[in-house]
């Protein structure tokens, strides 16, 4: 089944997802860009998940017009999403198709640590991917090797607005010391600091990332998610005491776990908070006319030399290891991957692209955090993504109930402790 974190996400993007016409002139660009080596006929078989049609019909143009240039079919099989969870488990094993679409992270390396997806790092060597995606590979990287493309994501960070910043005469925070004295100008104006909603639990998991990002680093924030660091570690204490500083300054929302993030974010955009963590489909929450006042700051220093580390939730799309045309395959995602065809693909879900070469998009948050992206040294997915599902279900429960009790701390971990010895054996 879909964890709240999923279905949240999925219903924020529908809400904003724009009407997008793709360009002859688009087409044609593209067309320029791919130049196939052999024409080698065949078929490449896909199964995809994709909800919104526009962007299903990018994918069925994109099919269209490599099956011109090469002469190879194309078939798409698209199936509903929360299904293809399920389906996916036994087409890999059986029956697998030539690509399928899934997440990237922790439920990526499930399957790889079965052999169930492809190696593909020589096609990453081959079209020099690495230079273009950055930090983003991280996502779908295990041990080294590349299992997958990353495609539309969402960056975390901390959103206000520019109007009442300018009107206060605000910057927003970049280091610990400024958070603090910013959350005291925000209370001295008679507003709430960070606005969190955390009755659907998973913005608790986004905010105890961005701590343990900025204390700890990222392979250490990885070695907690996949089972390898006890939560009763030392290196937990500093996150939960900074946290709980900012508890205790009462710098969220007091009625934070009735309130669901949507709520969370009308606050943001009614201007009784100054900021809120999270991912660009806030902008779901402002009236159509408020969204040129949202704007996005990353979230700030906390421990100085610690280099920048962002959750970016990014789903990506795989080469099945029993696949029947691995090299029919390569060769489709190569063309599927040219920046202006990722582009189209991307801008028709308002997500944000992994590669630092696609067009503009129409949408100033996703060119914002396209940006944002070239100054981060390595990225996670979010917490009930980067680690087991039910190890995030307690654990989000367990921020939670930190954020109301902070100081039941030590049974919350020790809680937490319980289920990861339990999980991660």
């Known amino acids: 089944m879909a964890s709240k974190n999923e279905l949240s996400l999925i219903n924020a993007i529908k809400a904003s997802r724009r009407q997008f016409m793709i360009g002859t002139g688009v087409a044609l660009a593209t067309t320029a860009l791919y130049r196939p080596a052999i024409a080698n006929g065949g078929e490449v ?6 909800g919104n049609a526009n962007q299903r019909a990018v994918l069925d143009r994109i099919a269209a017009d490599f099956t011109k240039k090469t002469g190879t079919k194309v078939t798409i099989n698209n199936m509903d999403h929360e299904a293809h969870k399920t389906a996916i488990r036994s087409y890999l094993v059986v029956g697998a198709p030539d690509i399928c679409f899934w997440f990237s992270g922790n439920r990526m390396k499930a399957f790889v640590d079965r052999g169930l997806f492809d190696d593909i790092s020589d096609l990453f060597v081959k079209e020099g991917y690495s230079d273009k995606l950055g930090a983003t590979m991280t996502a779908v990287t295990v041990n080294g090797k590349q299992y997958g493309l990353p495609l539309g994501g969402i960056l975390w960070g901390l959103f206000y607005r520019k109007d009442v910043f300018a009107e206060k005469g605000w910057t927003a925070p970049t280091n610990w010391d400024d ?17 969190m909603g955390t009755k659907e639990l998973w913005p608790t998991g986004g905010w105890f990332d961005h701590m343990n990002l900025r204390i700890n680093g990222l392979d250490k924030h990885l070695a907690l998610m996949e089972g390898k660091i006890p939560y009763t570690d030392p ?19 007091a009625s934070g776990p009735s309130f669901g993030w949507e709520q969370a974010g009308a606050a943001l955009a009614q201007k009784k908070a100054a900021m809120m963590d999270l991912g660009g489909f806030i902008k779901s929450a402002f009236p159509a006319g408020d969204e040129a006042q949202i704007a996005f700051a990353p ?25 029947k045309n691995r090299q029919g395959a390569r060769d489709f995602l190569a063309y599927f991957y040219q920046p202006d065809n990722l582009g189209a693909f991307l801008e028709a879900e308002g997500t944000i692209p992994p590669r630092n070469d ?9 060119n914002i955090a396209v940006e944002s992206l070239k100054g981060v040294k390595g990225t996670s997915q979010y917490y009930d993504r980067d680690t087991d599902p ?3 279900q307690d654990g989000m429960k367990g921020f939670q109930e930190f954020t109301v009790k902070p100081e ?15 999980i991660f054996k």
């Open 358 to 366: 696609c067009p503009p998009s129409k949408d100033p948050l996703v």
């Open 45 to 50: 078989t896909i199964i995809s998940d994709i």
């Open 408 to 422: 039941r701390r030590d049974q919350i971990l020790a809680r937490l402790e319980k289920t990861r010895a339990r």
């Open 235 to 253: 290196m937990l204490k500093p996150v939960f005491d900074k946290w709980e500083e900012l508890i205790k300054a009462n710098f969220f929302s």
């Open 179 to 195: 958070f603090l004295k910013f959350g005291e100008a925000a209370k001295s104006a008679g507003m709430t600091p960070i606005s």
């Open 390 to 392: 039910d190890m995030a």
């Open 299 to 323: 979230f700030p220093e906390i421990v100085s030399g610690v280099e920048r580390y962002e959750d970016f939730s990014v789903n990506s799309v795989h080469i099945p290891a029993k696949a």
